[in-house]
C-alpha cells in the first residue's frame, strides 16, 4: 500500500495551495480519506475527512477554507486550501481508513508533504 502526497510548499499568508494523494494497493473506494497535519511541538490533528459515500467533516478552524474531495477514478484525494494563514503551517499527512463490522480495520499513511505560510 501506498500513498503518495504532492502539492505542499511555501506560500504567503491569504495564498492557496492544492494537495494530492494518490492512493495504490487498495480497494481505494471503500476507505475514508483524510488529510492530517502535525505543527512542530503539536500533536497531529484531523483538518477533513471524506467517507467512501462522499460526506466530509472539516476541523472548525480550516471550514470554510478549505475543501477535501476525492476522485476514485485516479484514487486520488485532494485538499484544497485557500485563505492560508500561518497557523496552518505544518505536515500535511494522508490516510487512508477503512472500518467495518466483523472484519478486520486498515489504516494507512502517507509520508506527508510541509505546508509553510509566511511572509
Known amino acids: 500500500v501506498q500513498l503518495v502526497e504532492s502539492g505542499g510548499g511555501l506560500v504567503q499568508p491569504g495564498g492557496s495551495l492544492r494537495l494530492s494523494c494518490a492512493a495504490s494497493?487498495?480497494?481505494?473506494?471503500?476507505?475514508?480519506m483524510g488529510w492530517y497535519r502535525q505543527a512542530p511541538g503539536k500533536q497531529r490533528e484531523l483538518v477533513a475527512v471524506?467517507?467512501?459515500?462522499?460526506?466530509?467533516n472539516y476541523a472548525d478552524s480550516v471550514k470554510g477554507r478549505f475543501t477535501i474531495a476525492r476522485d476514485n477514478a485516479k484514487n486520488t484525494v485532494y485538499l484544497s486550501m485557500n485563505s492560508l494563514k500561518p497557523d496552518d503551517t505544518g505536515v500535511y499527512y494522508c490516510?487512508?481508513?477503512?472500518?467495518?463490522?466483523?472484519?478486520?480495520?486498515?489504516?494507512?499513511w502517507g509520508q506527508g508533504t510541509q505546508v509553510t505560510v509566511s511572509s
Open positions: 490516510n487512508a481508513a477503512l472500518s467495518r463490522p466483523y472484519a478486520p480495520n486498515y489504516d494507512y
Open positions: 494497493g487498495i480497494t481505494f473506494s471503500i476507505y475514508a
Open positions: 471524506i467517507t467512501s459515500d462522499g460526506s466530509t
